[in-house]
């Protein structure tokens, strides 16, 4: 479990704000903070790095204190085993693939990791690359890679695909959905991409102002935020059936939810099909139309 309860005033575009957050993540999950630019995403996740020390607070991972205002502790970066992809990668242009990975384990670490990092990130055939000839796609792959060779206890990904094209978007989506599960990651994702969103994560903190105002799954915030009734008409786009329960993933005007509901009521829809869609407490209706 990760327990955070920060606070920490920090300057925006529009002047001072006071970024308060208090929440638990279980181990395992997958979440993804969203809300408006200078809402302060990117600063909670430098926080939780240790490369941004709070004003106020704790931080606690598995039992173990990494930051305590009152204690005075504050665990350094190096220590904390967290795995940071930027946003701008941050990849080191004078090194290979290869050593850009092997630069983030410390010297009693096994260099075996390096060729299963290199594997599972497809990066295999570039070990030897310099990083200035290598595409938007793949230089992700790397700061990927590099963020998991030590089996961090806490990734964090700071809008890691936004400057990325949507095909690649999509199979780096997919790669970042197995490793997650592969090495049983707890994951905190920031994006302003609502089917990303929707499709890697289970949870959303969304943030306001600096505020925590939710904490709940994607279909919930953006259904919620989309909408003034309980019904939405939306356009059905596959579903994946786990149990008695189905998965739908669906299109909401211009924004993709994630709906879980009864197979009874997802009974004969089809790619294309419009339905209207309520809710009941957590338990979702479906009314083809």
């Given amino acids: 479990m990760i327990h955070f309860s920060l606070q920490k005033k920090l300057h925006s575009a529009d002047g ?4 308060k957050a208090d929440c638990e993540i279980e181990n395992g ?3 993804s903070l969203y809300g408006p630019s200078g809402a302060g995403k990117t600063s909670l996740l430098r ?6 020390q709070p004003d106020f607070g704790i931080i606690n991972v598995n039992g173990e204190t990494w930051f305590d205002s009152q204690k005075k502790i504050n665990i350094i970066p190096q220590q904390r085993l967290v795995g940071f992809v930027f946003q701008d990668y941050a990849l080191f242009p004078n090194m290979n693939v290869e050593e850009n990975i092997s630069f983030a384990l410390s010297k009693n670490d096994a260099k075996e990791i390096i060729g299963e990092m290199l594997e599972i990130t497809g990066l295999s055939g570039l070990r030897n690359k310099k990083i ?3 595409s938007g796609g793949q230089q992700q792959r790397v700061a990927l890679a590099r963020a998991i060779v030590r089996k961090p206890k806490l990734l964090l990904l700071d809008e890691p695909l936004s400057a990325i094209d949507n095909e ?3 199979h780096l989506q997919e790669m970042l959905i197995k490793i997650h599960s592969h090495y049983n990651l707890t994951s905190i994702l920031v994006s302003h991409d609502m089917r990303e969103i929707v ?4 949870k959303t903190i969304h943030l306001v102002n600096g505020i925590v105002t939710e904490y709940q799954s994607p279909a919930k915030i953006f259904l919620n935020n989309s909408c003034e009734e309980s019904f939405l008409k ?9 149990g008695k329960e189905f998965k739908i993933l669906a299109l909401a005007g211009n924004q993709v939810i994630t709906i879980n509901c009864h197979e009874d009521d997802a009974k004969d829809l089809q790619k294309g099909n419009e339905v209207l869609v309520s809710y009941k407490g957590a338990t979702a209706f479906l009314r083809k139309l």
């Fill in 29 to 31: 999950a997958f979440i």
């Fill in 168 to 170: 690649m978007r999509l």
């Fill in 199 to 202: 499709k890697l994560t289970s």
């Fill in 47 to 52: 926080m939780l790095a240790g490369l941004l």
């Fill in 132 to 134: 200035q000839t290598l």
């Fill in 234 to 242: 939306v356009i059905f786009l596959s579903s994946e059936k786990k």
């Fill in 16 to 19: 001072f704000i006071s970024l």
